[in-house]
């Protein structure tokens, strides 16, 4: 079946710092693939996406691209801010999806950034 | 545009208690869908819509959920009667197409606790 399976959380880290959060995915095909974002006590929100093999999703200095050979959607930041304090979590829609963008969502992981 | 807004946003009730859920999509949105989230099980669809219509209801946990879309504009989900594991944050989202890569749009949720 099609499941996404994220890296665990809490990721704790210093402002300016790299981040890498790890996406795997298993599923038919070639899903589209999703990163959404929910701030504390808000919904979630798109934060990049990709909807093919090679390529790469960007947004506020997020970016992760699309990796067909290791199944992967890791999403990477080159300098955090303490804005970024968030749950992320990757997603995806299978290629076949009975007419509809039907979300699968992995765990999320929780960032929090310290100054 | 105003984005999803559900209402209401925080709903304290005791058990046995019906609870009714409201979500207002994005004009010109012809998906709408339930979700609920939970720290156990995360985020799980729980029904959506087309142009008003139920299309896939598979994800209702069982008989005392229950959702309805009566125009474009409005959809409820109702939970009748409520229980203690029924405690969580329901998310309503809209899309304008079926598209696979297209965003599904989220309101701020409710946090519903039933005692």
């Known amino acids: 079946g099609n499941s996404v399976t994220q890296m665990e959380g809490p990721v704790t880290l210093s402002e300016e710092a790299f981040l890498t959060i790890n996406c795997t995915y298993t599923?038919?095909?070639?899903?589209?693939l999703f990163w959404y974002v929910q701030y504390p006590g808000e919904g979630l929100q798109l934060l990049l996406k990709?909807?093919?093999?090679?390529d790469k999703g960007s947004n506020k200095g997020f970016e992760a691209t699309y990796r067909k050979e290791t199944t992967s959607f890791h999403l990477e930041k080159g300098s955090v801010q303490v804005s970024d304090s968030a749950v992320y979590f990757c997603?995806?829609?299978?290629?076949?999806?009975?007419?509809?963008?039907?979300?699968?969502f992995g765990a999320g992981t929780r960032l929090a950034v310290h100054p | 545009d105003a984005g999803v807004i559900q209402s209401p946003r925080h709903e304290v009730t005791e058990m046995g208690q019906e609870v009714t859920l409201r979500c207002k999509p994005i004009?010109?949105?012809?998906?709408l869908f339930w979700y609920r989230q939970t720290m156990m099980r995360g985020l799980e669809l729980l029904i959506y819509?087309?142009?008003?219509?139920?299309?896939?209801d598979s994800g209702m946990p069982e008989d005392r959920f229950s959702a309805k879309m009566p125009n474009a504009s409005f959809s409820t989900l109702k939970i009748q009667p409520s229980e203690p594991r029924d405690s969580a944050v329901y998310f309503c989202?809209?899309?304008?197409?079926?598209?696979?890569?297209?965003?599904?749009?989220f309101g701020p949720g409710t946090r519903l606790t039933v005692l």
């Open positions: 989202a809209s899309t304008p197409d079926r598209g696979v890569t297209d965003t599904q749009y």
């Open positions: 599923a038919t095909g070639y899903p589209s």
């Open positions: 990709a909807t093919k093999a090679d």
């Open positions: 997603a995806l829609t299978p290629m076949f999806s009975g007419g509809y963008n039907k979300l699968i």
């Open positions: 004009s010109g949105h012809d998906y």
């Open positions: 819509f087309n142009n008003n219509v139920p299309i896939d």
